[in-house]
């Protein structure tokens, strides 16, 4: 596995990359281009600018998470063409510049939902939470206010200001998506991308939706191992896998994660490897990483990982606040350091046991 972390530039992202070369076992940096609107092309100047300043800092730059799909794909409306024609030149723009992998989602208007970015839990620290009838209680058309008051002035990924400028119109352009349709238009998206992923060596990865069950009434097609069969049915290349999310997909019971990465390892390009503590039915908030802080086996998942010989990216994710820090919700220094420490720590051991040193 190789070990990264996620960075959201010099411009906006209260950890340095210096700081992030010292944390033991990193190799390289996840990074984004929060200010290209989404659809538009990423041009090559600035791909090449951003990988020159992550390598002069010592790291490699070969995941991006996300290139955004823009909603006339998701919805399947006519403009969706030359979003497409967009995406592909960006993938070759990136492909050349030496990416591998890029995440991203098709979850409709919203990217991930919380509905609180600074939950108090019982050690002084805080972490992201969700609770389902807080969120029902929510008017969607102010989510994105509410959800601006706790990001501690940061952008947040997935929660462009234009977008949420537009709500009402994007939860229209939705009325008629049903999870076919969206699961049709995710087809139609993959076909024509995929053989310009092969051509330039990019694999894409999709993450789940998060949480994984339907908010707002919108359709969503990635919660679960069924619906993982079907996208990677859905263009039979290696070039089209996954971002698998512990913390994402595990909210959800049912989700077994381990068992998710046996079933689909070869296919899992990037793994966002975190815990979360389940509250009650729909209920849960973010952890440390540790097994016994939270409902999921952090061990048996690395195991998983070990098991299917898991060769792809890897990062920590949400961390909580601690120690003071005042960094963009779930993506401090701190917290996530550690998280690498401990699966740094659980990586080593789970291969030392499998292969023992002779005495
Ligand atoms: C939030 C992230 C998501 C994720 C996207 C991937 O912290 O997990 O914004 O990056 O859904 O496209």
Same mark, same amino acid.
């Given at each position: 596995?190789?070990?990264?972390?996620? !960075?959201?530039?010099?411009?906006?992202?209260? *950890?340095?990359?210096?700081?992030?070369?010292? @944390?033991?076992?990193?190799?390289?940096?996840?990074?984004?281009?929060?200010? @290209?609107?989404?659809?538009?092309?990423?041009?090559?100047?600035?791909?090449?600018?951003?990988?020159?300043?992550?390598?002069?800092?010592?790291?490699?730059?070969?995941?991006?998470?996300?290139?955004?799909?823009?909603?006339?794909?998701?919805?399947?409306?006519?403009?969706?063409?030359?979003?497409?024609?967009?995406?592909?030149?960006? @993938?070759?723009?990136?492909?050349? #510049?030496?990416?591998?992998?890029?995440? #991203?989602?098709?979850?409709?208007?919203?990217?991930?939902?919380?509905?609180?970015?600074?939950?108090?839990?019982?050690?002084?620290?805080?972490?992201?939470? #969700?609770?389902?009838?807080?969120?029902?209680?929510?008017?969607?058309?102010?989510?994105?206010?509410?959800?601006?008051?706790?990001?501690?002035?940061?952008?947040?990924?997935?929660?462009?200001?234009?977008?949420?400028?537009?709500?009402?119109?994007?939860?229209?352009? #939705?009325?008629? *998506?049903?999870?076919?349709?969206?699961?049709?238009?995710?087809?139609?998206?993959?076909?024509?991308? %995929?053989?310009?992923?092969?051509?330039?060596?990019?694999?894409?990865?999709?993450?789940?939706?998060?949480?994984? !069950?339907? @908010?707002?009434?919108?359709?969503?097609?990635?919660?679960?191992?069924?619906?993982?069969?079907?996208?990677?049915?859905? *263009?039979?290349?290696?070039?089209?896998?996954?971002?698998?999310?512990?913390?994402?997909?595990?909210?959800?019971?049912?989700?077994? %994660?381990?068992? %998710?990465?046996?079933?689909?390892?070869?296919?899992?390009?990037?793994?966002?490897?975190?815990?979360?503590?389940?509250?009650?039915?729909?209920?849960?908030?973010?952890?440390?990483?540790?097994?016994?802080?939270?409902?999921?086996?952090?061990?048996?998942?690395?195991?998983?990982?070990?098991?299917?010989?898991?060769?792809?990216?890897?990062?920590?994710?949400?961390?909580?606040? %601690?120690?003071?820090?005042?960094?963009?919700?779930?993506?401090?220094?701190?917290?996530?350091?550690?998280?690498?420490?401990?699966?740094?720590?659980?990586?080593?051991?789970?291969?030392?046991?499998?292969?023992?040193?002779?005495?």
């Amino acid at each position: 596995m190789k070990m990264t972390f996620r !960075w959201f530039g010099s411009q906006d992202d209260s *950890v340095t990359l210096s700081q992030i070369r010292q @944390i033991p076992g990193v190799s390289g940096v996840v990074a984004m281009m929060a200010d @290209i609107p989404v659809g538009e092309v990423w041009p090559k100047e600035r791909i090449a600018a951003l990988r020159k300043e992550v390598n002069g800092a010592g790291l490699e730059l070969e995941v991006i998470e996300s290139v955004n799909i823009h909603d006339d794909i998701k919805t399947g409306a006519p403009g969706r063409d030359r979003y497409i024609e967009n995406y592909k030149t960006t @993938i070759r723009n990136l492909g050349a #510049y030496g990416i591998k992998v890029i995440c #991203y989602n098709f979850m409709p208007v919203f990217d991930w939902t919380r509905s609180d970015l600074a939950l108090p839990l019982s050690d002084g620290s805080t972490a992201l939470a #969700y609770e389902q009838s807080k969120v029902d209680q929510i008017d969607p058309q102010r989510i994105a206010e509410t959800i601006a008051q706790g990001s501690q002035g940061y952008s947040l990924p997935g929660w462009e200001p234009e977008r949420m400028a537009r709500l009402k119109e994007l939860f229209a352009s #939705y009325r008629e *998506v049903s999870e076919d349709k969206l699961a049709a238009n995710l087809k139609y998206f993959l076909e024509r991308i %995929i053989p310009v992923c092969e051509e330039s060596g990019v694999k894409m990865a999709i993450h789940p939706d998060d949480p994984p !069950w339907g @908010i707002f009434g919108l359709p969503r097609i990635v919660r679960h191992a069924q619906d993982l069969d079907r996208l990677l049915g859905l *263009v039979d290349s290696p070039y089209n896998g996954i971002t698998l999310c512990s913390g994402c997909m595990g909210a959800s019971p049912d989700n077994d %994660i381990p068992a %998710i990465i046996r079933r689909f390892g070869k296919r899992i390009h990037f793994a966002h490897v975190r815990n979360i503590k389940i509250t009650g039915p729909g209920n849960f908030h973010e952890s440390s990483h540790l097994s016994c802080d939270g409902s999921l086996d952090l061990f048996a998942i690395m195991k998983a990982y070990y098991d299917v010989g898991f060769e792809g990216y890897i990062r920590p994710d949400h961390g909580r606040m %601690i120690w003071g820090e005042s960094a963009r919700p779930g993506y401090g220094l701190y917290d996530r350091a550690l998280g690498i420490a401990y699966l740094n720590g659980l990586w080593e051991a789970i291969g030392k046991m499998a292969k023992p040193a002779a005495l």
